[in-house]
T-cell receptor, first 115, second 109 residues
Framework: GAVVSQHPSWVICKSGTSVKIECRSL??????MFWYRQFPKQSLMLMATSNEGSKATYEQGVEKDKFLINHASLTLSTLTVTSAHPEDSSFYIC???????????FGPGTRLTVT | KNEVEQSPQNLTAQEGEFITINCSYS?????LHWLQQHPGGGIVSLFM???GKKKHGRLIATINIQEKHSSLHITASHPRDSAVYIC???????????FGTGTRLTIIP
């Protein structure tokens, strides 16, 4: 089946620094990629929808200047958490929507810890 | 309002038992996903349904479009099935997924 990878799988950074998370669809072209955040024992919360070659669409309450999304190609989207703070510590998951059908494939997630 | 409800929230069962997790949604959908999330966090897509029934190994997923309801069944449950199972739907006209709150399943040896 289709595979989505994320890098890194975990990262620890200091408060005030920026962290970039990559999401790649390995064997298919993704029309759309979605970025989610999940806090402990909670469900996934959609942060933004990323379409190749256009600006991301952010969900209400998600700061677009803090969570920068770049979707440079049909196989790569990046999420940059700028000026990270401890409250940004979370599990970040991407998913890729396969062009032409309803399937959505999830990446393994990136655990971010901001100290 | 587009809503997804799952039940039960938590389920503990003995190894070998037949497990059923339910998902109901409020309006028409184009697809329903069953996802599995292990304690490590990674999400695995188990099934994507738009009608009928699918089976993969010990897992069976069914959907009733008229009743707006889906079930995930696990036969001969095993401790390694312990995970959070999440129902997610794509409502008609919307490319985003709406997630249920998840069912935490624990299978005791």
């Amino acid at each position: 089946g289709a595979v989505v990878s994320q890098h890194p799988s975990w990262v620890i950074c200091k408060s005030g620094t920026s962290v970039k998370i990559e999401c790649r669809s390995l064997d298919f072209q993704a029309t759309t990629m979605f970025w989610y955040r999940q806090f402990p024992k909670q469900s996934l919360m959609l942060m933004a929808t990323s379409n190749e070659g256009s600006k991301a669409t952010y969900e209400q309450g998600v700061e677009k200047d803090k969570f920068l999304i770049n979707h440079a190609s049909l196989t790569l989207s990046t999420l940059t958490v700028t000026s990270a703070h401890p409250e940004d510590s979370s599990f970040y998951i991407c998913s890729a929507h396969l062009r032409g059908n309803n399937e959505q494939y999830f990446g393994p997630g990136t655990r971010l810890t901001v100290t | 309002k587009n809503e997804v409800e799952q039940s039960p929230q938590n389920l503990t069962a003995q190894e070998g038992e037949f497990i059923t997790i339910n998902c109901s949604y409020s309006v028409g959908i184009s697809a329903l996903h069953w996802l599995q999330q292990h304690p490590g966090g990674g999400i695995v897509s188990l099934f994507m349904l738009s009608s009928g029934k699918k089976k993969h190994g010990r897992l069976i997923a069914t959907i009733n479009i008229q009743e707006k309801h889906s079930s995930l069944h696990i036969t001969a449950s095993h401790p390694r099935d312990s995970a959070v199972y999440i129902c997610a739907v794509r409502f008609l006209g919307n490319e985003k997924l709406t997630f249920g709150t998840g069912t935490r399943l624990t299978i005791i040896p």
